[in-house]
């Protein structure tokens, strides 16, 4: 234990996950990734870098894109959090996840879930993006398998179903 560091403090925070109310009180100079994982059980939620530069930990804060291994929970008190538990259901997979399994956008399947979530955030902003605009909003997520092509084919397939989809519910 280093000095000074006191691990009985406690901090309740309050804020939302994957639409259901949380309250955390735990260390407050956790990581968000760990209390994920490891207090709330969302382990999509992947660890590799620890320090924000892979994106496997990627989240939607407040429908903003963040790396949950650089936010404390002091952070995100009163916010909502979606992680990939919260994209798609076990009934029905989101057609970005769908796009991912038909279009063969991961391998190992590490990376995934933060591509999800990133790409989620692309196409809630974006519902028609180019190559460079996939390309800028995936350039926080690190793949070592892929070579990002068939990452990039799996984002531009799930644009074109949501668009489809948005056209059925216009008409």
Do not use: W
């Amino acid at each position: 234990m280093k000095p000074g560091y006191n691990s009985t403090v406690k901090q309740d925070v309050h804020f939302q996950v994957n639409n259901q109310q949380v309250s955390y009180s735990g260390n407050p100079s956790a990581r968000m990734a760990d209390v994920l994982r490891e207090d709330l059980q969302q382990t999509g939620t992947k660890i590799s870098c620890g320090v924000g530069r892979c994106g496997a930990c990627s989240i939607l804060v407040d429908g903003e894109l963040m790396n949950a291994c650089l936010l404390m929970p002091c952070q995100v008190e009163g916010s909502s959090i979606t992680t990939i538990e919260g994209i798609g259901s076990k009934e029905a997979m989101d057609p970005i996840q769908e796009a991912f399994l038909t279009e063969g956008g991961f391998q190992c399947g590490y990376c995934t879930p933060g591509m999800i979530v990133a790409a989620k955030a692309l196409l809630d902003q974006n519902s028609d993006p180019s190559v460079t605009d996939i390309q800028e909003a995936l350039a926080g997520n690190l793949c070592r398998c892929t070579g990002y092509a068939s990452i990039i084919r799996t984002v531009q397939k799930a644009a074109e179903v949501l668009n489809v989809q948005a056209a059925n519910e216009k008409s």
